[in-house]
């Protein structure tokens, strides 16, 4: 291992990772202190760090989870929230109910539309000429109009 004294602010930062990993000695974690007191903030970081609890006191042992009746009331839970339908699954049912219905809707009136008008049924009045009248409008009899009277 390199010399602690000659080691960089990043060198350093990773090998205070390694000792709070435990990967230290404790020779090595000696010469690490000793070589942070010329970094003061590096050293409260090293401080802060190695007084961490351990885990294990935190969360408890991993034996403590193995409990079934513990896991059958987690699943009871979980099968309990899956029941419950959120706002997001409930707003997209809906919708696509709704547009299904609207859709029908649509279609529904534009064919008593169609049946109600008697010029479609009798054959007098296309669907098309309903939409697109043959009529001449005025303005084009105007426009008709002015092309006479500039040939004059």
Known sequence: MKNFNTMTTDELEIIINDAADGLLNKAELKKLE???????????????????PEMDE?????????????????LQILDKEDEKISFYNTTVVWFKKY?????????ALSSLFYVTQPELLNG?????????????????????????????
Do not use: H, R
């Open 58 to 74: 935190i969360y408890g042992n991993t034996e403590s989870y193995n409990n079934p009746k513990q896991v059958y009331n987690i």
């Open 99 to 107: 547009a299904v219905a609207a859709s029908l809707l649509i279609l």
């Open 124 to 152: 007098e009045l296309t669907f098309e000429e309903f939409y697109y009248p043959d009529e001449e409008l005025e303005t084009e009899n105007y426009a008709t109009y002015l092309d006479e009277w500039f040939e004059q």
């Open 34 to 52: 000793k070589a942070l007191e010329a970094y003061p903030g590096l050293m409260q970081d090293y401080q802060n760090i190695m007084n961490l």
